[in-house]
């Protein structure tokens, strides 16, 4: 009992104990006393337990199933073509013997540590292609996930909108869903209800979208009534919408709570929308795009379903985050990155969809802003950035912004440098090349750093 007492892990202290241990047991704990510290270490470490590939036309889905969440970076590389995954301290899981054989876009997949302690996951590709990334978290079958989206020729095809009539050089159509009304107030603040802050700025962003050339906005109300959640968004569809923002404003017990924030398609809820949409295909006609399910067998029916919602969820978190970028330059933020959240306006497998909290109601500074036209304006311009600059790197083809862009090759999208961006990987992200940003930005090298802001020059709409 002495000895468990007084040992420690160190031959100074073991010495000045007075404890006379031979110089190999000595050797022995001190070994036990590392494996200890790297096993602590492991333990904390995100591990990839399980990769999971499968593809569609020429679109391919790559996800890696993880023990818990993960910070990572992706980029490509060209000569031979190949996509990086890094997730810091990662680690594969000792039952993954074996990576799953490439199909689709991807020839094969490796992994490797890094000696800055990352792990890497490289995808070898049968050629070039453009990818979208997001993360969700666990639900009733898997735990925490990264998924990677790929296809394999030119730039990600838009999410297709409810109806697929081509009108060449048509406006994009933006959904602003002002939240709750009538009956419904809302969060309310000392001074205000959120029924009437989210309408005020709901109007300011639908001016700015009107005044926008190639925009066009609708307002799903446009006065204090109460519209039900599930008209909100089959009005967005019924309108050809490209895209659903839904704007709120928050409330929290404790008034400290502040900041605005932007979520995104909760995939557990996406998932039980789409069972009951599926469920009904017996009863009323049940389509994605202008294709009907109705006459597909169930496997095919929920196969197509379930690509037009991962497209719309991918398509989403990319619009939110430029959107959150945006506001993040003229409001506090609750929180930098886009989240999902079950709501019931964020289900549509059709469109990208959004919502936007501006700010707690609850927390006096966030009121007097909110209640401030002013601020209020600079929230929808800000809302706005955001949504162009997605629109200009990704518009519908058969859109005015598109025939612009194609008779206009030099026009410029801004983009803000986060943790982890390389100019190399932004060059990818907007196919455009390196030398191309640095010609337009006046770079010498390379070198970047985080909050720079960098003009994109995009050559092409397609």
Known sequence: MVFTRRFVYSPDIIHKSGLLIPPMVRLRLLTIALLLTLTSAASAAATVENVRIWAENDKTRVVL????????????????????????DGRMARSLTAMPQGTGAVRSIRSAIRADGALRVVLDLQSGIRSRSFTTGPNAKYGDRLVIDLQSAGRLAPVKRASERYRPGRDVVIAIDPGHGGK???????????????????????????????????????????????????????????????????????????????????????NREARETLSRRHKQEVKVGDVSLNDKDPVLASVLYDLSQSAAMSASIEVGTHVSRELSRVAKMHSNKVREKSLAVLTSAEMPSILVETGFLTNPSDEKHLRDKGYRDRLASAILAGVRTYFYVNPPPDTRIAADLRRQPTRQVRHVISSGDTLSEIAERYNVSTAAIRAANKLSTDNIRVGQTLSIPIFSGG
């Open 65 to 88: 199933d993880l023990s818990q969440s993960v910070t990572h970076n992706i980029f490509t590389l060209r000569g031979p073509d190949r996509l990086v995954i890094d997730l810091k």
């Open 184 to 270: 419904d107030p809302g969060t309310s603040g000392r001074r205000s209800r959120e029924k009437d802050i989210v309408l005020a700025i709901s109007k300011a962003l639908a001016d700015r979208i009107n005044a926008e050339p190639g925009m066009r906005a609708l307002l799903i109300r446009n006065r204090d009534v109460f519209v039900p959640h599930k008209d909100r968004v089959e009005t967005a569809h019924r309108r050809d919408a490209d895209l659903f923002i839904s704007v709120h404003a928050d409330g929290f017990g404790d008034k400290r709570a502040n900041g605005a924030s932007v979520f995104a398609l909760n995939l557990d809820r996406a």
